[in-house]
């Protein structure tokens, strides 16, 4: 029996070395297809071959989901070369039938996987967050009538609307009340009449070139009552349940296309120039690197959180996939503008060996955007931080181990559990336990020991600042919490939350048993760099810096571009 690890071996074998020129599925192939606005055949049929679509389809109907923290290391050999294959292939069908699986009834949630699990494809078109004005309205629309409800409407941008058999449709309801306006449809296109449903005109794209955002019409189509996802006018809490399981996998997503941005610059920064000298030697560059390396640390610890509360924390992680969602694009984006400077013109180039550096840069805002961006995602993480400054934040227990633990199993995965609103913040308290952790330590723990302490410090300092913040903020006071001024504390608190992951798992490989640990997370270089990073963007008071835990990170950057290995928490074997 294969295992997940298994999986992700042998889909990045699959798909060969990305920079060797002869390679029918290298950059160079991949280049050409973008280019061109097409998708590679030949990457298709690798993905067909594995299956890629079981591991979007819970097992309990035939598929491979059992763990969204593996899935979302799955997803990475894949984004790693090219998000329009990533995305357009089949994270856009996990996107559609997240709905299903989080509402569908028994014969909803097999209609899905079979059609996934035959290898055809879902897409979905969710409803307009607001119109300018009603002549340009881009929706579709659900009457009901006696023996079911008639779907009228466009949609002008669908991924995979041409290629998707099922069609997850979220349609404004006639009359419905406010909070209800929208019903959603999960529709078998080879079941509806002939002609109902039309292919529009696709559109082009800045990033994601090879991926298809087309359109769709649907026209006086009458569907059964029994297409209905959950109850009519459930379609915005669905929205938001759905993006319970969607967000915990954007920091995975993003953190791949920028291990290939950084791997990119790491070789021009690496190679030898006619003087012996290289880009290296340049302090400002070693940053760069270093900077690009830990941002990738931070955020698959964000990453692990998020998809491991899922199972671990469901009634407490909403706060985490949204922070998760929201921090990494931020991250990888500022990460990127730093390594463009480095790369100079080359950030320019179409093809040869530093081109792939620009299909990530421009592929990035396309690839995490999703129904709701950055603001969204702050949108839903603010009104929980009143509950937490008065309740949590201090007082609350902290969260599991294995919650950091990418190598303990999970418990089942339980859709009907996850919460919306948290009811505590046990990440929050993880930070505690380690600054104390750290206060109690002697001055073993190694180089920047303390620098790490006094980090630990100001972070848990911000920490309490927050609670004075948000303590006298009444629940449900939408004008003090729609104000710039909490929008601002909504992007320290992610820090802080990206801080006390981090410490997490450095904690748990420094006490994992002999043999289990990584050397290199189990020492604390990382970790006091990453730390620096983080009281950095926040401007808070720093200690000196830590250079021999800088240097440390550098060396393995390095070491991991010569050895081929992924610059996250894995360090895994590339093809």
């Known amino acids: 029996m294969t295992t997940a690890q298994d999986r992700i071996d042998a889909l990045e074998l699959a798909f060969g070395s990305l920079d060797d020129p002869g390679n029918p599925l290298g950059a160079a192939a991949l280049l050409a297809a973008d280019a061109a606005g097409t998708v590679l055949p030949e990457a298709e049929r690798v993905l067909d071959d594995f299956g890629l679509n079981a591991e979007f389809v819970p097992a309990d109907v035939g598929g491979r989901l059992e763990r969204m923290d593996l899935l979302g290391r799955l997803l990475r050999p894949v984004f790693r070369r090219d998000a329009s294959l990533g995305f357009g292939y089949g994270l856009n069908c996990f996107f559609a039938a997240a709905p299903v699986w989080t509402a569908g009834d028994d014969a909803q949630r097999r209609l899905a996987a079979r059609l996934l699990l035959s290898g055809r494809r879902l897409a979905v078109a969710r409803h307009e967050v607001a119109h300018g004005n009603d002549f340009v309205r881009d929706e579709f629309t659900a009457r009901a009538v006696p023996d079911g409800l008639v ?86 809490e669905l929205s938001l349940r759905s993006s319970l399981l969607i967000r915990g996998l954007i920091p995975s997503i993003v953190l791949a296309g920028a291990d290939t941005a950084l791997r990119t610059v790491a070789r021009f920064a690496c190679r030898s120039r ?52 929201y921090l990494a694009p931020k991250l990888v984006a500022e990460s990127m503008d730093e390594m463009s400077a480095v790369l100079g013109e080359e950030t320019f180039a179409q093809d040869g060996a530093y081109a792939m550096f620009q299909k990530q840069r421009r592929d990035l805002p396309v690839t995490s955007l999703g129904h709701a961006g950055s603001a969204g995602r702050q949108v839903s993480i603010l009104p929980q931080l009143p509950y937490f400054a008065r309740h949590a934040w201090f007082a609350d227990p902290e969260p599991p181990p294995d919650l950091f633990r990418p190598d303990r199993e999970l418990p089942p995965l339980d859709l009907s559990q996850p919460a919306l609103l948290g009811d505590g913040d046990p990440l929050a308290a993880t930070l505690v336990a380690c600054t104390d952790l750290l206060e109690d330590a002697d001055d073993g723990v190694g180089p920047g020991g303390p620098a790490l302490r006094f980090l630990a410090r100001v972070l848990t300092g911000e920490l309490a600042e927050l609670k004075k913040a948000f303590e006298n903020v009444a629940e449900g006071d939408r004008e003090a919490l729609s104000s710039p001024q909490s929008f601002g504390l909504a992007d320290r608190y992610t820090l802080v939350l990206a801080a006390a992951a981090c410490l997490g798992v450095w904690r748990e490989q420094r006490s994992a048993p002999a043999g289990r640990a990584d050397a290199f997370l189990a020492a604390p270089a990382w970790i006091t760099a990453v730390l620096y990073r983080l009281v950095a963007r926040l401007g808070l008071p720093l200690p000196d810096r830590p250079v021999e835990p800088q240097r440390l990170v550098l060396e393995e950057v390095v070491a991991r571009l010569h050895d081929r290995r992924s610059y996250d928490l894995y360090a895994s074997p590339l093809a």
């Open 151 to 236: 779907v009228d409407g466009s949609k002008s941008a669908v991924a995979n609307a041409s290629r998707a058999t099922g069609l997850v449709v979220f349609a404004r309801t006639e009359g419905a009340s406010r909070g209800r306006s929208h019903t959603v449809l999960l529709l078998d296109r080879d079941e509806l009449p002939v002609g109902a449903v039309e292919n529009l005109a696709r559109r082009t794209t800045t990033g994601m070139r090879s991926a298809e955002f087309g359109g769709l019409r649907i026209t006086d189509c009458l569907v059964p009552h029994s297409a209905v996802l959950g109850e009519a006018g459930d379609g915005y």
């Open 274 to 325: 006619a003087d012996g000298r290289s880009s290296l030697d340049v302090r400002h560059v070693r940053d760069v690197l270093t900077g690009g390396f830990l941002d990738l640390l931070i955020i698959d610890c964000l990453a692990l959180v998020a998809t491991r509360a899922l199972h671990l924390l469901p009634r407490q992680m909403s706060a985490y996939a949204a922070a998760a969602a």
